[in-house]
């Protein structure tokens, strides 16, 4: 029993999940794999049943169609599949983690793949957040219930609020159907993948904390007074010339007048 559920914690990130996606977008799936995996090969199964699923892409073997792409964040022992362009007949996958001597770890997730509105979905699903800020991140989906916002490999908030990693998380819903929520005073460590979830649907988000770039005001006070000082050096010469230019030619034109009048 104990080794059992071992194996079934290998992978843990997202537990028999189900996403729903749109046809021709891509997405993002997270795998969570144990410390000890770190150096393992990790790759892309699919198919429905462990038994017959095929590679798509290897950590150590690109996918040359560029459909399925993989990377491995040993730190936090998350590796992540992009499938893009997705069709149809994309549904049934397994993240695992190879093991040299003895059967790979596998999970299941499954893709549902719409042409409709997916039933929860984010407008994106990499989001970057400043150091001490807040972020807010809206979940839309077409049923109403119960939902909440999880971190990947750890714990989840079910309320209206709590906290992850050390940044306060508020939710709400607003307008019929958007999930709102909000995480303040990030910290670089809420660097990572979430899930948004409702029952058995789900959607990661992977959020970026980063310091906040130099604010863009500099930029533009240099562009104020740096760029256009420049640009009048260059034009003075030309532009006074023309000013003489017009007024000579007025006063020749003023002159022929006069002489033309008597
Ligand atoms: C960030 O969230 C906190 C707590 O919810 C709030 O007090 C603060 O005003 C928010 N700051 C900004 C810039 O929205
Ligand atoms: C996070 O954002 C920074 C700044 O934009 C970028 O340099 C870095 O590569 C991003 N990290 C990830 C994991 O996307
Ligand atoms: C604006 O110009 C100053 C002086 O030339 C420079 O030190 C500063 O880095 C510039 N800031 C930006 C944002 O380019």
């Known amino acids: 029993m104990a080794l059992y559920l071992r194996i079934l914690y290998i992978i843990t990130g997202l537990t028999g999940i189900e996403v729903s ?30 038994g017959s699923c095929r590679y798509a ?7 040359p169609s560029g459909k399925y792409s993989i990377s491995d964040d040993k730190n936090q022992q998350i590796f992540t599949v992009t499938i893009k362009q997705l069709a149809y007949e994309n549904a049934d ?22 042409s409709w509105t997916p039933s929860l979905y984010v407008d994106h699903q990499r989001i970057t957040g400043y150091i001490g800020e807040n972020i807010t991140i809206r979940c839309r989906h077409s049923y109403s219930g119960k939902m909440k916002w999880c971190r990947l490999g750890y714990h989840c908030v079910t309320g209206s609020s709590g906290s992850i990693d050390g940044a306060a998380v508020t939710t709400h819903m607003s307008k019929p159907n958007v999930f ?3 995480m303040s005073g990030l910290k670089s460590e809420n660097s990572g ?38 640009d009048l050096k260059i034009l003075i010469i030309p532009l006074s010339l023309l000013i003489v230019a017009i007024i000579v030619a007025f006063l020749i034109w003023f002159i022929i007048k006069q002489s033309k009048c008597y």
Do not use: M
């Open 21 to 50: 996606v749109k046809t021709g977008k891509s997405i993002s799936i997270p795998c969570l794999y144990e410390s000890k995996y770190k150096n393992h090969v990790k790759y892309l199964c699919e198919g429905y049943t462990w």
């Open 180 to 182: 709102t929520v909000t």
């Open 193 to 230: 993948w979430y899930w948004c979830a409702k029952g058995d649907i789900q959607i990661p988000v992977y959020l970026n904390v980063t310091e906040k770039p130099i604010t863009s005001k500099y930029s533009k006070l240099n562009y104020t007074f740096c760029r256009v000082p420049f």
């Open 93 to 114: 996958y397994w993240c695992v983690v190879e093991i040299n001597n003895g059967p790979d770890h596998g999970k299941y997730f499954k893709l549902s793949v719409t």
């Open 57 to 63: 892409v290897k950590t150590n073997k690109p996918d």
